[in-house]
Nanobody, 115 residues
Framework: QVQLVESGGGWVQAGGSLRLSCAAS????????MGWYRQAPGKQREPVAW????????YVDSVKGRFTISRDSAAKNTMYLQMNSLKPEDTAVYYC????????WGKGTLVTVSS
């Protein structure tokens, strides 16, 4: 069974950086899309960035130029989200997911950006 575990969340001042990790187990490295969503307090979950099996990356406008999604070239079951120039509006619980027929989700990691 596929399990995803996020880590790397925390508190940071505006302008700072964090790197989130998503470690997958029970994963055979086959996927269509893997990526990150986030959910801010009182808001719906929204996509942040995703990576296709062809290594094509996509970002939502609000994080373009600041966030970078990547996959560990060695430990292919680990995905990262490097977040730079963080803003208070980036405060949210961040969830990673993997889709291959079925979509699997992690339980999330909280990112808090103070002004």
């Amino acid at each position: 069974q596929v399990q995803l575990v996020e880590s790397g969340g925390g508190w940071v001042q505006a302008g700072g950086s964090l790197r989130l990790s998503c470690a997958a187990s029970g994963f055979n490295f086959k996927f269509n899309v893997m990526g990150w969503y986030r959910q801010a307090p009182g808001k719906q979950r929204e996509p942040v960035a995703w990576l296709t099996s062809a290594e094509i990356t996509t970002y939502v406008d609000s994080v373009k130029g600041r966030f970078t999604i990547s996959r560990d070239s060695a430990a292919k079951n680990t995905m990262y989200l490097q977040m730079n120039s963080l803003k208070p509006e980036d405060t949210a619980v961040y969830y990673c997911y993997v889709s291959y027929g079925t979509t699997y989700w992690g339980k999330g990691t909280l990112v808090t950006v103070s002004s």
